[in-house]
């Protein structure tokens, strides 16, 4: 397929032959999608597909926000199935009532199948034990990186959030807390953050450290300065407490892997920090982006792009701070605890005396 310019809708009715070209621009748009759907293994928001277009050459970049609003309308009418975008879990309804369709006898089989296999999901020790030095956390800014980088977080036992902003309190306080457990062990908290290459996204470690030193008195926990800094706060081992790493977006991951750059810089409120009326445009932090990177950003979504080199930029992220000899030291222990439960569980089975219900 090859790059076309999305026709805009103009204000008031479309003529004939507007219409015409913009919904045929809309079905080349869903048959691309349909496609590529199944080479994608996360889940994917209205705006990780305008990224996963502009970077098949389907559209252009200054298309991303018309292909944003056509794949929802699309979603609406059925032309898209509904749920091919990422669902924001902090929305989604709980104790929805589920049914066990099937016979009795079905069930009870499932149920035996799943207990002779059951040990496979038994977990005695923390992954985290067994590491000597850092104990890790990560946030992302946008829905589309979480969903990106799971099976990384997943294979190494870290926690994942969706930061929206910073805004939630309660993700902040589970965090901490986790934080805190990690320095009472001894060990130096790391949050890896990951959001867009722009003004504020550059800036965002320093309000990542302040947003928790908010709530340092309700949790019991001050995450310390940085490292180095006079107000640091060390560990009795002379540690740090907590180690802020903001791995992405950097400048020449966006340049190697040719993500997208936006000429603008309208923050997430609508405000362009690039129009000389705005009083932000003046400040020191803005003015040496503008001279270093010029009127320009590029929107942690554009990832999406570059699947596998993201999530090795994430996991490169994580080695820097995992001791591999403790990953391997921990799944030998988990297996053979897991071994004994499967041996055990096997030889309760063959004690029990099984009656068939013959109604």
């Not at 090859?2 to 008031?12: A, L, S």
């Not at 009083?279 to 803005?286: F, G, T």
Request: glycine share 6%; proline share 5%.
């Amino acid at each position: 397929m090859t790059t076309f310019r999305f026709p805009k809708r103009r204000p008031g009715r479309p003529s004939r032959e507007d219409a015409a070209e913009y919904d045929a621009a809309v079905e080349h748009l869903v048959a691309a999608i349909l496609e590529m759907r199944s080479s994608v293994d996360f889940d994917v928001s209205a705006r990780g597909w305008g990224y996963l277009l502009e970077g098949d050459n389907i559209i252009d970049k200054g298309d991303l926000d018309a292909a944003e609003a056509a794949i929802n309308d699309c979603r609406k009418d059925g032309r898209l199935p509904f749920d091919i975008c990422a669902v924001d879990q902090s929305r989604a309804f709980e104790c929805v009532e589920e049914i066990d369709y099937g016979t009795y006898q079905d069930h009870a089989a499932r149920i035996a199948q799943q207990a002779l296999e059951a040990h496979s999901y038994y977990h005695p020790y923390s992954f985290w034990w067994f590491q000597p030095k850092y104990y890790l956390q990560s946030v992302v800014e946008k829905i589309d990186l979480k969903s990106l980088f799971n099976p990384v977080s997943a294979k190494y036992h870290l926690p994942i959030a969706n930061g929206k902003g910073w805004s939630d309190m309660n993700m902040r306080a589970a965090m901490m807390r986790r934080f805190q457990k990690a320095n009472e062990n001894g060990k130096t908290g790391v949050l890896l953050y990951c959001g867009d290459f722009d003004v504020v996204g550059l800036q965002i470690p320093e309000h990542l450290r302040d947003n928790m030193r908010d709530l340092s008195k309700a949790i019991g926990w001050d995450p310390g300065g940085e490292p180095g800094a006079k107000d640091e706060g060390l560990l009795p081992n002379g540690q740090p407490k907590l180690i802020i790493d903001r791995f992405g977006l950097i400048y020449d991951f966006i340049e190697a892997n040719g993500l997208t750059w936006i000429d603008n810089l309208i923050t997430g409120s609508g405000r362009d920090l690039a129009d000389p009326r705005n009083p932000d445009h003046w400040k020191a932090p803005v003015q040496a982006y503008i001279k270093k990177y010029g009127v320009r950003k590029v929107e942690a979504n554009a990832l999406v792009k570059r699947p596998e080199e993201g999530r090795a930029l994430y996991e490169q992220a994580i080695l820097k701070y995992v001791d591999e000899e403790a990953i391997e030291h921990f799944r030998e222990c988990t297996e053979m605890q897991r071994r004994k439960v499967e041996n055990l569980v096997r030889k309760l089975m063959s004690e029990v005396k099984w009656e068939a219900d013959e109604e």
